[in-house]
T-cell receptor, first 115, second 112 residues
Framework: DGGITQSPKYLFRKEGQNVTLSCEQN?????MYWYRQDPGQGLRLIYY???????QKGDIAEGYSVSREKKESFPLTVTSAQKNPTAFYLC??????????????FGDGTRLSIL | AQSVTQLGSHVSVSEGALVLLRCNYS??????LFWYVQYPNQGLQLLLK??????LVKGINGFEAEFKKSETSFHLTKPSAHMSDAAEYFC??????????FGKGTTLSVSS
């Protein structure tokens, strides 16, 4: 079945450490997204990418980095500069370069916590 | 800036009662609108979407939503709540050139 796979499901970060969250999709979607979810704050956009080798900052990009070397993959690195990384991270994709009528499809998320 | 507002962060209903979750959007142009559901520790699942055409949209699990341009609303309803409907619900709108804009979510509790 086609879908979006996020790994790992749970991740722990030590102080000063960078960690990378994986997101892979086999839907042949062009656009991919990363969101951060905190209780009561909804989904906040971190980064998005419309095509390979191109990505744009979202509303809360500071302390995060991404790459888009392959259409199927859009990994997110949470750097040591992100002082409050504890959250639920969601990856999503949509079929065509971002059109306003396209729904987004979501993975099952990665929960990141500080050790 | 264009936005989506969900009225009520928490809604409680009894099993069998009507579910009404409210969503209003700000825009001078009719938007594309979506409702998603999220169960604990899972991603978001698309319930339904409004793009063009019929203003009453039917989705999965017995949910439907009506687009009302005059009220800038897209409220989600279900005639009879089931225990399995307990989850968090998000309203979202499409915006050209960038990601969907999400409301802050409404948690639905269903009691027996």
């Amino acid at each position: 079945d086609g879908g979006i796979t996020q790994s790992p499901k749970y991740l722990f970060r030590k102080e000063g450490q960078n960690v990378t969250l994986s997101c892979e999709q086999n839907l042949n979607h062009d656009a991919m997204y990363w969101y951060r979810q905190d209780p009561g704050q909804g989904l906040r956009l971190i980064y998005y990418s419309q095509i390979v080798n191109d990505f744009q900052k979202g509303d809360i990009a500071e302390g995060y980095s991404v790459s888009r070397e392959k259409k199927e993959s859009f990994p997110l690195t949470v750097t040591s500069a992100q002082k409050n990384p504890t959250a639920f991270y969601l990856c999503a994709s949509s079929a065509i370069r971002i059109l306003s009528n396209q729904p987004q499809h979501f993975g099952d998320g990665t929960r990141l916590s500080i050790l | 800036a264009q936005s989506v507002t969900q009225l009520g962060s928490h809604v409680s209903v009894s099993e069998g009662a009507l579910v009404l979750l409210r969503c209003n959007y700000s825009s001078s142009v009719p938007p594309y609108l979506f409702w998603y559901v999220q169960y604990p520790n899972q991603g978001l699942q698309l319930l339904l979407k409004y793009t063009t055409g019929a203003t009453l949209v039917k989705g999965i699990n017995g949910f439907e939503a009506e687009f009302k341009k005059s009220e800038t609303s897209f409220h989600l309803t279900k005639p009879s709540a089931h225990m399995s409907d307990a989850a968090e619900y998000f309203c979202a709108r499409g915006q050209a050139g960038t990601a969907l804009i999400f409301g802050k979510g409404t948690t639905l509790s269903v009691s027996s």
